[in-house]
């Protein structure tokens, strides 16, 4: 079972994830962090950001890219990272990797996949999960055993990363994304969620049956997994209550990790 933290905002969820992250680079000073991009994430950098850490020595590999954007075009994942995570946290961009950034699309996924491999494997995955249950953009029906490729995104994604744009019609049609067998490599999943919206697929993906149908229920066969939710969130978990008292009871040596 992965271990549920619920809070009552998505600024004290910001501030556990952190409390992770830093934990763990005071640990290992270049350790490897998997970076999630969109709204969902960008408290746990806001919190880690205040704390002047020396994150020179992190080293970071997006989860994904859109496939056809213009390079330097701002809703890129490549300008969106640099914006809201490299440049705030004091990262140093050549050791910050984003997929496909050169050479045929068509290659750049095995080519990520050996990055990855190179550098050791991600120490620490922050992950988001959509509307349909996606996490990356491993839409329903992924592989659990599927790496790094091009996927064509639902209409509900492009819909609901539409506020991006300024026109559906200009959210692109494919991406390149960690696959899901990826994304389990990883030593620890950290999984957010935040607003009603995002109720049914995070109860699907802690407590539902695991499924190719709904992606992020893959985070139930790796070993640790933190997911934190607010209220709204959490608001269909059925041991909603469980998860509390376990993360208010936790014992002394589980409080410093």
Same mark, same amino acid.
């Given at each position: ?18 409390d ?14 998997? @970076?999630?991009?969109?709204? =969902? ?8 950001? $205040? /704390?002047?850490? !020396?994150?020179? *020595? ?15 075009h701002?809703?890129?994942y ?68 599927? @790496?790094?490729?091009?996927? =064509? ?8 990363? $539409? /506020?991006?744009? !300024?026109?559906? *019609? ?22 957010l ?36 939710v ?28």
């Amino acid at each position: 079972m992965a271990e549920v933290v619920i809070v009552d905002s998505k600024q004290a969820a910001g501030e556990v994830a952190a409390d992770l992250i830093e934990a763990l680079v005071r640990r290992t000073p270049d350790a490897v962090l998997g @970076l999630a991009t969109g709204s =969902t994430p960008l408290t746990t950098w806001s919190a880690l950001a $205040a /704390r002047a850490l !020396d994150l020179s *020595a992190v080293r970071g590999f997006a989860l994904d890219e859109y496939v056809g954007l213009p390079a330097g075009h701002p809703e890129s994942y490549r300008s969106v990272i640099t914006r809201e995570v490299v440049e705030p946290l004091g990262l140093t961009p050549s050791l910050v990797q984003v997929p496909a950034e050169s050479g045929p699309v068509e290659f750049a996924g095995d080519d990520y996949e050996r990055a990855i491999v190179a550098a050791g494997g991600v120490d620490l995955q922050i992950l988001g999960i959509g509307s349909t249950g996606h996490i990356g953009f491993n839409e329903p029906g992924s592989s659990f055993a599927s @790496l790094t490729r091009v996927k =064509t995104l639902t209409k509900q994604t492009r819909r609901d990363n $539409a /506020r991006f744009f !300024d026109s559906p *019609a200009d959210v692109p049609t494919h991406c390149i994304t960690q696959g899901l067998g990826t994304i389990q490599r990883a030593r620890h999943l950290v999984l957010l969620a935040f607003g009603e919206a995002k109720a049914a697929a995070l109860a699907g993906a802690v407590e539902g049956p695991v499924t190719a149908s709904l992606p992020g229920s893959a985070i139930q066969l790796h070993s640790t997994v933190t997911v934190i939710v607010d209220e709204a969130a959490a608001s269909e978990l059925k041991f909603a209550d469980y998860y509390r008292y376990s993360w208010d009871n936790r014992l002394d040596w589980e409080r410093l990790h």
